[in-house]
Each structure stands twice: as structure tokens, then as C-alpha cells.
């Protein structure tokens, strides 16, 4: 069964900077071979999709260039370093997977930008 694990949120001060980490377990494949993604959800709002990464990168406009997703292989683990927070980027971070088409997510983890 797979399993993803997130972890690295807070509070923080609006342009300062945190590193979201999901740890995944119980893939079929190596971890390589596998789509990750994060998403936010803030109060009152639907979940939104935040990036990707598979070989490539992708990223919701709202955090491009403030956000960097990568991945270590070595330790089936995604990240997602966010800088210049703000605000808006308030939310519980979802990490999510997806195999033999069932979607998997974490539990989450707040991250509060407040002064």
C-alpha cells in the first residue's frame, strides 16, 4: 500500500522561506518512475494543485519562480522549497501520487504565512 508522509510546515513571516518534505513507501516500481505532485488547500477554498514532478517540472502560475519542487530517488522522497512566501500561500500541502489508477495523498501539513 502506498504511503505518503509530509512533513517541514510552520509559521512563518510573509517572505521568508520553507521546505516541505514526503516521504513515499509501498510503490509496485522503483520511485523514479513515478509521477509526484503537492497540492494546498486554504480554509474555505477547494484544493489546488501546486507542481509536478516526473522528468520534467511544471508549476501553478501563482508559485512560479517562488517554488522549486525536486526529488531524491535515493531516499523516495519529494520536496518542495518554497521562498517568498506570502500570505495567500497559507494552506495545508498535500503530497500525491498516483498508481494503477488510484490516487494517493498524505495527510498534510499547515504551512501559516503571517506577520
Known amino acids: 500500500q502506498v504511503q505518503l508522509v509530509e512533513s517541514g510546515g510552520g509559521s512563518v513571516q510573509p517572505g521568508g522561506s520553507l521546505r516541505l518534505s514526503c516521504a513515499a513507501s509501498g510503490f509496485t516500481f522503483p520511485f523514479s518512475v513515478y509521477t509526484m505532485s503537492w497540492y494546498r488547500q486554504a480554509p474555505g477554498k477547494q484544493r489546488e494543485w501546486v507542481a509536478t514532478i516526473f522528468s520534467t517540472t511544471n508549476y501553478a502560475d501563482s508559485v512560479k519562480g517562488r517554488f522549486t519542487i525536486s526529488r531524491d530517488n535515493t531516499k523516495n522522497t519529494v520536496y518542495l522549497q518554497m521562498n517568498s512566501l506570502k500570505p495567500e500561500d497559507t494552506a495545508v500541502y498535500y503530497c500525491?501520487?498516483?498508481?494503477?489508477?488510484?490516487?494517493?495523498w498524505g495527510q498534510g501539513t499547515q504551512v501559516t504565512v503571517s506577520s
Open positions: 500525491k501520487t498516483r498508481q494503477a489508477r488510484t490516487d494517493y
